[in-house]
């Protein structure tokens, strides 16, 4: 793990909005694909120890991910994400929203916007979430969102290591 590159969380709440910025030792393409190809976004994207198993994920403009968060003990925490937007390599934007088993989804989400950038094979990735509600917003936070999303970041980044050898 690359502990040494560059990794920024801010919360702003008087934007609903998250902004995350953090660097990866690996080229672009392979960070892409971590955040675009389900087999790989189910290998990083839970905290430890809930794994991540996505139901199914179709990464076009108007496709879906449909997903659930697993705990050790078998609860599922079903999350369905919509992708709005796709700039190969560059930049896609998606819905994010928890949901039932059935796909039913919460009164309110958050829109996610990820652009990737790579120089001399350190590709950054920076993310901002802006949630339908300063409720929803403060209520992720509560849940230890900074945390859970700091250690997929630190899985992904242990991933990409093992990938680019």
């Not at 958050?110 to 950054?124: H, K, L, N, P, R």
């Amino acid at each position: 793990m690359s502990t040494s590159l560059f990794f920024d969380f801010v919360v702003d709440k008087a934007t609903k909005t998250v902004f995350i910025t953090r660097a990866f030792n690996a080229p672009g393409t392979l960070v892409w694909d971590a955040f675009t190809k389900a087999e790989l976004l189910d290998r990083w994207t839970a905290p430890k120890p809930y794994t991540a198993r996505t139901k199914y994920m179709d990464f076009r403009v108007g496709g879906k991910r449909f997903y659930a968060m697993v705990s050790p003990d078998g609860q599922e925490g079903w999350i369905l994400q919509e992708y709005k937007s796709i700039t190969p390599k560059t930049n896609f934007q998606l819905y994010n929203v928890f949901a039932d088993e059935d796909e039913n989804p919460a009164p309110s989400g958050s829109d996610w916007d990820y652009t990737f950038s790579e120089e001399d094979g350190i590709t950054t990735l920076k993310v901002t979430i802006y949630n339908d509600s300063l409720e929803r917003m403060e209520r992720m936070i509560e849940m230890g969102f900074r945390e859970g999303y700091t250690v997929t970041l630190d899985a992904l980044d242990e991933l990409l290591s093992s990938l680019n050898q």
